[in-house]
């Protein structure tokens, strides 16, 4: 028996059309070119002539094609990813390490996944289970500091690692870093050809902070100086942390004459907390930041810092993996970038 038809109803709606997905195919027929050169010039950017890269990307803008990495990394045992761990994506002492290690990576046609970590270990070990699941080409880590459990993952993931901003002789497999301890040792040496001689350090509670505030405090005991006062703030650091730390310094020490921040940013709120008190620096208090930042040439009085070049370990860092990706030998497995101490008129 068929079903009556309703005279108020319109006529019977069709399927929804759905849009077809763009291929290879019509990237390569748009600009002219074969398939081939369109996956060269998606995975291979720099093996492409650029007259032949810039047709494919127009005739990629165009179609909206966007290639199917999973099926490619299949073929090619390669996801044309690398992941990077930094501790937290506020801290602008980083940023230069990611925006170079980002242009590096899409010059030889890999993109970067970034994670962040936290200062906690037992976060950058979920992170890393994540990651390494992922199977990316290569993973930049933050520090030399892991558990036991993300040791063993990461030695047994057979994937090239490279570890950054710190040093050690004995890598998990590559780095690309500076020494913290020298650091440390520097900036107090540098304080006290300055004639200071009562200071102090404000840093971050994390490792790396920790380490350079050891060595500090360790060269200043070899000096012969009074003891050194720490005061530890949460990490990331902030600039009313800088502040409040000043101010529990001075009250423990009013006659402290110079402090060593762990950042920029404690250093700008010292330099802040300073002025509100009447506190001239750097002709009562000598002041050494962290970082070199941007504005710390434009803070009055310019802020004295140790300046990392974070664009070198980031680009550094890419080199090492894409060498290790595609099968070639970096040379050397530890790269030391050094550091600097920007004099200017803090101190």
């Not at 840093?203 to 360790?218: I, K, L, P």
């Not at 750097?282 to 802020?303: E, Q, V, W, Y």
Request: proline fraction near 7%; glycine fraction near 10%; charged fraction near 20%.
């Amino acid at each position: 028996m068929t079903a009556p038809t309703d005279p108020k109803a319109g006529p019977p709606s069709s399927p929804p059309v759905r849009p077809r997905r763009a291929t290879v195919n019509d990237v390569a027929s748009l600009a002219g070119v074969s398939a081939m050169t369109v996956s060269r010039a998606v995975n291979k950017p720099d093996q492409v002539p650029a007259a032949t890269l810039a047709k494919v990307r127009h005739a990629i803008a165009m179609t909206g094609y966007v290639p199917n990495l999973l099926a490619g990394g299949l073929r090619s045992n390669k996801s044309r990813l690398v992941a990077a761990v930094i501790p937290t994506l506020s801290g602008p002492v980083f940023l230069e390490t990611v925006e170079s290690l980002t242009a590096a990576l899409a010059a030889k046609g890999y993109q970067l996944m970034l994670g962040q970590s936290g200062y906690a270990h037992s976060r950058e070990d979920d992170l890393l289970g994540a990651i390494i699941g992922r199977r990316p080409d290569g993973i930049v880590l933050t520090g030399i500091t892991h558990t036991p459990e993300g040791r063993q993952r990461l030695l047994a993931s057979g994937i090239p690692i490279v570890e950054t901003w710190d040093i050690t002789p004995t890598p998990l497999d590559m780095l690309v870093g500076f020494s913290h301890v020298e650091v440390g040792r520097s900036v107090c040496r540098y304080l006290h050809e300055k004639g200071r001689r009562r200071m102090a350090l404000i840093g971050g509670d994390d490792e790396r902070s920790h380490r350079r505030c050891e060595a500090f405090v360790q060269c200043a005991r070899e000096l012969g100086l009074p003891e050194v006062k720490v005061h530890l703030v949460p990490a990331p650091t902030t600039l009313a942390s800088g502040r409040a730390g000043l101010r529990d310094l001075l009250a423990a020490d009013p006659a402290l004459d110079a402090i060593f921040c762990s950042s920029d940013l404690l250093a700008l709120g010292v330099l802040i907390e300073a002025q509100s008190q009447g506190i001239d620096v750097p002709g009562r208090l000598g002041l050494i930041g962290f970082g070199d930042l941007s504005m710390a040439k434009d803070l009055h009085p310019a802020l004295t810092t140790v300046r990392v070049d974070g664009s070198r370990i980031g680009e550094q860092a890419a080199r090492c993996i894409v060498t290790r990706a595609e099968g070639g030998d970096v040379g050397e497995r530890v790269i030391d970038i050094g550091f600097s101490i920007v004099e200017r008129a803090s101190v």
